[in-house]
């Protein structure tokens, strides 16, 4: 029986097919269901099928001035998502744009004063961070990639930070047991990661001019830990 559910929120539909095998393959799991939000609402889908969520990236941003109503609609469904994880009814990890919608929701500031631009970083386990059962193995420190134009500026009420580092102080942070959130992207392979920089060329990630040479060093970098994270996520919640 399936257990797990892949959210999508990247209008782009080649890069969200990839993104899609991208955590298919860090899961470990030769079945992912896949809910694309940007065509089906959330309460089309009977969610006590599934013990754990993981919701991809996009190029959305909270802090973003004009929102079409499609962007409206996928950012109030993942916050019944998070309202859902917060009340221990479905566990899920969020990524990427959306730790910019659960921030917002618990009542925190959505800053872009530290993106990162495309590439791998290190980021470093806090205490409470090293004593999680997804974190926790990974710690001290790990290498991951981001991709951001926006950020939580602080750590919202309720929550407790597990990863951090000098250029985004969060990266990453639980409330309760069963949300997760993470400011990069945990399940890219370099490879996955170099593909998925050709369909955001142009869009303010790196400066297209340096395409070669950041794909070069996404290629280049190590990054095994943040697929840990996910099977780590995967093994608590619905093994």
């Given at each position: 029986?399936?257990?797990?559910l892949?959210?999508c929120?990247r209008?782009?539909l080649?890069?969200?097919?990839a993104?899609h095998?991208?955590?298919r393959r860090?899961?470990?799991a030769?079945v992912?269901?896949r809910l694309?939000?940007?065509?089906q609402r ?5 969610l006590?099928?599934y ?6 990236g996009s ?6 001035a ?15 998502l998070?309202r859902?994880a917060?009340d221990r009814r ?9 730790i910019?919608?659960?921030?917002r929701m618990l009542?925190g500031?959505?800053?872009t004063?530290?993106?990162?631009p495309?590439s791998a970083t290190v980021?470093?386990?806090?205490e409470a961070g090293?004593?999680d059962p ?5 710690a001290?420190a ?5 991709a951001h ?8 009420d309720?929550a407790?930070?597990?990863a951090?580092?000098?250029a ?5 942070y639980?409330v309760?047991t069963h949300l997760?959130?993470a400011?990069?992207h945990p399940?890219?392979t370099?490879?996955d990661?170099a593909?998925?920089?050709t369909?955001?060329?142009?869009t303010g990630?790196f400066d297209?001019e340096?395409?070669?040479l950041v794909?070069g060093?996404v290629?280049?970098?190590s ?17």
């Amino acid at each position: 029986m399936v257990s797990l559910l892949y959210v999508c929120v990247r209008p782009e539909l080649g890069a969200a097919d990839a993104e899609h095998a991208s955590f298919r393959r860090a899961l470990g799991a030769d079945v992912v269901d896949r809910l694309d939000l940007l065509s089906q609402r959330l309460d089309t889908v009977d969610l006590s099928r599934y013990r754990g969520v993981v919701v991809g990236g996009s190029p959305f941003n909270v802090s973003d001035a004009h929102k079409s109503a499609e962007q409206q609609r996928v950012e109030a469904d993942l916050e019944t998502l998070a309202r859902l994880a917060i009340d221990r009814r479905i566990a899920v990890f969020f990524t990427c744009f959306s730790i910019g919608v659960v921030t917002r929701m618990l009542g925190g500031e959505v800053t872009t004063t530290t993106p990162e631009p495309a590439s791998a970083t290190v980021i470093e386990t806090t205490e409470a961070g090293s004593a999680d059962p997804v974190f926790g193995p990974s710690a001290p420190a790990l290498t991951v990639f981001t991709a951001h134009k926006e950020s939580a500026a602080a750590l919202p009420d309720g929550a407790v930070l597990l990863a951090t580092n000098a250029a985004c102080p969060v990266q990453a942070y639980r409330v309760g047991t069963h949300l997760y959130t993470a400011q990069f992207h945990p399940e890219p392979t370099p490879r996955d990661f170099a593909d998925r920089m050709t369909f955001y060329r142009t869009t303010g990630y790196f400066d297209p001019e340096e395409f070669d040479l950041v794909q070069g060093q996404v290629l280049a970098a190590s990054v095994t830990e943040g697929a840990a994270l996910l099977r780590r996520f995967a093994e608590t919640f619905a093994g």
